[in-house]
């Protein structure tokens, strides 16, 4: 295994801007997760994706974020119009598909928004 | 909608001493799992240890243990001969069991120094 794989490890733009991040699960996995972490506290769910479809997405989920995975493997999480409020880590987490195993965590996207 | 509660922000141990870190949870659900995962500093995320919540047995992972309180909502974790690599921020977290969603439902976190 490889591991998550999430790029860029860092990103700092303005306020305003459209930004895109990427997530390359384990191989083999067919569950994708995305999750958005502020400082000082634990991940919050964003979304989930089985294979292609997306089948859950949070409130968190503003109608600035979109999400799409769509050969079912790699994924992109896209901000548009970033505000202050959006500055977090970004974690991708991926899971195989048997309903008990865990997920297993990339080193995640840190957004800083000036 | 599922909850979890890590009361304790921080805490310390010395180095081949045990610690205790507390976990409750809030939930409706009979079927559930709980985990605890640890995150170093501007490292990712790992899992430490899993409990499934209708085995009554508690999990072990070698220096890793958990008590499990079905009843009390409460699931602590043990970490036994601690050592610097240790240290870190842990994470308590909640799943529905199979069929439900997906997502996990994390606490707070607790950050966790070794004294050496």
């Known amino acids: 295994d490889t591991g998550v794989s999430q790029d860029p490890r860092h990103k700092i733009t303005k306020r305003g801007q459209n930004v895109t991040f990427r997530c390359d699960p384990i191989?083999?996995?067919?569950?994708l997760y995305w999750y958005r972490q502020t400082l000082g506290q634990g991940p919050e769910f964003l979304t989930y994706?089985?294979?292609?479809?997306?089948?859950?997405k949070s409130r968190l989920l503003s109608d600035r974020f979109s999400a799409e995975r769509p050969k079912g493997s790699f994924s992109t999480l896209e901000i548009q119009r970033t505000e202050q409020g959006d500055s977090a880590m970004y974690l991708c987490?991926?899971?195989?598909?048997?309903?008990?195993?865990?997920?297993?965590f990339g080193d995640g996207t840190r957004l800083s928004i000036l | 909608a599922q909850t979890v509660t890590q009361s304790q922000p921080e805490m310390s141990v010395q180095e081949a001493e045990t610690v205790t870190l507390s976990c409750t949870y809030d939930?409706?659900?009979?079927?559930?799992?709980l985990f605890w995962y640890k995150q170093p500093p501007s490292r990712q995320m790992i899992l430490v240890i899993r409990?499934?919540?209708?085995?009554?047995q508690n999990a072990t992972e070698n220096r890793f243990s958990v008590n499990f309180q079905k009843a009390a909502k409460s699931f602590s974790l043990k970490i036994s001969d601690s050592q610097l690599g240790d240290a870190a921020m842990y994470f308590c977290?909640?799943?529905?069991?199979?069929?439900?969603?997906?997502?996990?439902?994390f606490g707070k976190g607790m950050k966790l120094t070794v004294n050496p």
């Open positions: 191989s083999e996995h067919n569950r």
């Open positions: 977290a909640y799943r529905t069991g199979r069929g439900g969603s997906e997502k996990l439902v």
């Open positions: 994706f089985q294979n292609e479809a997306q089948l859950e």
């Open positions: 409990q499934e919540a209708y085995k009554q």
């Open positions: 987490a991926s899971s195989p598909g048997l309903s008990n195993q865990p997920q297993h």
């Open positions: 939930t409706s659900e009979s079927d559930y799992y």
